[in-house]
């Protein structure tokens, strides 16, 4: 850096904190959602689970099934 038309500078800090410009533009933005996407979201996450828990139970019942029958299959690999 070069100073011009003055021999030296002489400066003061008199605040440094969190609310300076460079730290408040440092912080990440918020993120916005609708309304409509919140209740999206809530119902696919909805969604997701109620596929989990009926997998769940369908390979219980079909585990039970078979085991109770005394049916075996060459393509279910027990």
Same mark, same amino acid.
């Given at each position: 850096?070069?100073?011009?038309?003055?021999? *030296?500078?002489?400066?003061?800090?008199?605040?440094?904190?969190?609310?300076?410009?460079?730290? #408040?533009?440092?912080?990440?933005?918020?993120?916005? *959602? *609708?309304?409509? #996407? &919140? *209740?999206?979201?809530?119902?696919?996450? #909805?969604?997701?689970? $109620? !596929?989990?828990?009926? &997998?769940?139970? $369908?390979?219980?019942?079909?585990?039970?099934? !078979?085991?109770?029958?005394?049916?075996?299959?060459?393509?279910?690999?027990?």
């Amino acid at each position: 850096m070069l100073l011009r038309n003055t021999p *030296s500078v002489i400066g003061v800090v008199l605040y440094t904190g969190h609310e300076t410009t460079i730290q #408040m533009n440092n912080e990440a933005a918020r993120y916005k *959602s *609708s309304k409509l #996407m &919140s *209740s999206t979201n809530t119902k696919i996450k #909805m969604i997701f689970l $109620s !596929q989990i828990i009926i &997998s769940m139970i $369908s390979a219980v019942v079909g585990t039970v099934w !078979q085991v109770q029958t005394g049916e075996t299959h060459k393509y279910l690999g027990f």
